[in-house]
């Protein structure tokens, strides 16, 4: 297998607009989710170039920056955003993160997998 790259987005970031046809898929046009390029990048690179492209959307994670905030409320907000109530942490996302890359995961291509702890639910 030639690799397993990988896409990060926030879950409410947006792609730039790219318009036309990319191999049979159509490429998203406007605004368009991540969840949508990794689909067409998944399908075109996975031939002959045997990539496999997924992309990761992690929840509020809480990291020094989080814990910085000049507000001591902020953290309390971000967890109240969540179904489990809680910041996810580093580590939760690098599991997801080395089972994409793992050949665990050798038949998993142009997919969105979130780790954000019931973010996109609420």
Not at 30 to 52: F, M
Not at 66 to 95: D, F, I
Request: aromatic content about 6%; charged content about 20%; hydrophobic content about 35%.
């Amino acid at each position: 297998m030639a690799g397993a790259p990988l896409l990060f987005a926030q879950v409410l970031d947006k792609s730039p607009p790219v318009e036309g046809p990319v191999k049979g898929k159509q490429a998203p046009a406007g605004d368009t989710d991540l969840d949508e390029w990794d689909k067409v990048i998944g399908i075109n690179l996975n031939g002959p170039q045997g990539l496999r492209i997924n992309s990761v959307g992690p929840g509020y994670i809480r990291t020094p920056l989080v814990e910085s905030s000049r507000s001591p409320e902020v953290p309390q907000v971000l967890e109240g955003k969540h179904a489990l109530n809680r910041l996810g942490t580093s580590a939760e996302v690098s599991h997801l993160v080395c089972f994409l890359l793992s050949e665990d995961a050798s038949f998993m291509t142009g997919g969105y997998y979130l780790v954000d702890g019931g973010y996109t639910a609420v």
